[in-house]
């Protein structure tokens, strides 16, 4: 079967700790496929490489010899904050469906993109430690070369960019406030917090405290401006009977106020940016911006400050709607919506953070959009879309991130909007890290909650999926989450 034509360059970019990271060409954040403890334990004397002393949003390269190398294909955890499924389905997707080449890049000088090889898909590495202005600059440099040579050809080419996560923030900062709008037909993001995640307050300022190599990576990741812009800029944080934002407030431990008012102000400038190009004939009639919104999941949505420390809740503030009451488990469906897009996004799915952009629905949905804005004047035809799926009940997965040997592991899940109780859920629980063990776990309903336990599970990365029977196209879609068993 004959591939579908693309006339734009798509760039994939991932979400903060999904690239590869190296300092003076060795590998210092290699987690890729691998349980962290193990990565850790074999390169953990590394991890001090990536302290940010100082981040100049201004500067290109700050001098450390850090780069980003490559995008993690695999899975990836950091427990206690983020849990990443890869992204290797989603560029075969890509490639598989559509006629694209794959392009490459490197920094020949430090902070200074160059085309190795033109190409209409590229994956951008970025250092997500860093203010994601500088990433966005960098992704204008690749931008611009890539588009300068496929106009070679096709002179009307613009943008596809594909974003997970954070990296939706640096795509908008160069869209919005680099003028990267006037190049680009589409923006595609997958649960990317455009208002940010209470969990980022949790990380911050109570750190990870199973393992000694983990607590020193959550000690990192308070240097880092990147985790800043990852605050929540909505009032999410209760002191007294007072909501307040993380900027607004003093004390709050481990999270210095001064640097996340300047996070706040990042935020601040893509919307006035965005506000200045919508109000131009031009500006209006700019990219489409299609966000993939994760619900039905338990989700941290507040938190509060008593006696210097903080407790974070998977209750909403009284000011959230009940319908945005949820999220992905990462980022808050309230925030995982851009600003100017409330009331019309239609692209919510059940499913967790770090799944959305490998999710075999969505995968589906984005090639037919990719397709329909790739052939000239299609986008304008009246008529029916993508095949419609029957509306289907929403299922969510509960289970921590990190176990040590001896716990056994707790899988819950909850089914919301069936019309029929499903007969059972069943769990898998399988090797993430490679081949080995795949396991059936029995789940037990009790008062609309499902529950299972595993014990004894060796060392290593884990995906557990859990789905409902019997299946058909009026069943829940399955769900699947990242843990990892260490010693």
Not at 70 to 96: C, E, L, N, T, W
Not at 130 to 148: F, G, P, T
Request: proline share 6%.
């Amino acid at each position: 079967m004959a591939k579908a034509r693309m006339r734009d360059v798509v760039i994939l970019l991932p979400g903060i700790m999904g690239s590869v990271l190296q300092r003076h060409g060795k590998d210092v954040w290699p987690i890729s496929g691998t349980a962290i403890s193990r990565a850790l334990i074999t390169t953990g004397g590394s991890i001090a490489d990536l302290f940010l002393a100082a981040d100049d949003p201004s500067v290109n390269d700050l001098g450390d010899g850090v780069k980003a190398t490559r995008v993690f294909p695999d899975a990836h955890i950091v427990p206690g904050f983020v849990r990443i499924d890869g992204y290797s389905r989603i560029k075969q997707m890509i490639m598989d469906e559509f006629d694209v080449q794959d392009g490459a890049f490197t920094e020949h000088v430090p902070g200074d993109i160059r085309l190795d090889r033109p190409g209409t898909f590229f994956e951008f590495p970025y250092d997500w430690r860093r203010d994601n202005r500088a990433s966005a600059r960098r992704l204008k440099q690749l931008a611009e070369q890539a588009l300068v040579e496929r106009r070679k050809t096709v002179p009307d080419a613009k943008l596809v960019l594909l974003a997970h996560s954070m990296g939706g923030l640096v795509s908008r900062y160069y869209l919005e406030c680099l003028d990267g709008w006037k190049d680009c037909r589409t923006l595609v993001t997958f649960g990317t917090p455009y208002r940010g995640a209470v969990q980022t307050i949790d990380y911050l300022a109570n750190g990870f405290r199973k393992m000694v190599e983990l607590k020193m990576v959550s000690d990192m990741a308070r240097s880092f401006t990147s985790m800043y812009q990852l605050l929540p800029i909505y009032k999410a944080l209760k002191t007294g009977d007072e909501w307040r934002r993380v900027a607004e407030t003093e004390g709050v431990p481990n999270i210095d106020r001064e640097r996340s008012a300047q996070a706040l102000a990042f935020h601040r400038e893509i919307e006035k940016a965005v506000e200045q190009r919508r109000s131009t004939a031009e500006g209006a009639a700019a990219y489409t911006l299609i966000p993939f919104v994760g619900t039905a999941q338990e989700t941290l949505l507040s938190a509060e400050i008593q006696g210097g420390k903080i407790t974070t809740s998977r209750n909403a503030p009284a000011w959230i709607a009940p319908e945005f009451g949820v999220g992905d488990g990462t980022v808050p469906q309230v925030s995982a919506i851009p600003i100017e897009m409330e009331g019309i996004v239609e692209t919510y799915l059940a499913a967790r953070h770090g799944s959305l952009q490998q999710h075999t629905q969505v995968l589906e949905d984005l090639r037919h959009r990719l397709a329909r804005v790739q052939t000239p004047g299609l986008a304008a035809i009246r008529g029916p879309g993508p095949a419609q799926e029957p509306s289907r009940p929403d299922l969510s997965l509960d289970v921590d991130d990190f176990f040590l040997r001896e716990e056994p592991v707790l899988v819950q899940a909850r089914i919301k909007g069936a019309s029929t109780p499903p007969q059972d859920i069943v769990a898998t629980v399988s090797r993430a890290d490679g081949p080995g063990t795949q396991l059936k776990l029995r789940m037990e309903e009790h008062d609309g909650q499902w529950r299972g336990e595993i014990a004894g599970l060796e060392p290593g990365l884990y995906r557990v999926e859990v789905r409902t029977r019997p299946g058909g196209p009026s069943a829940a879609l399955p769900v699947h989450e990242l843990f990892e068993v260490s010693d």
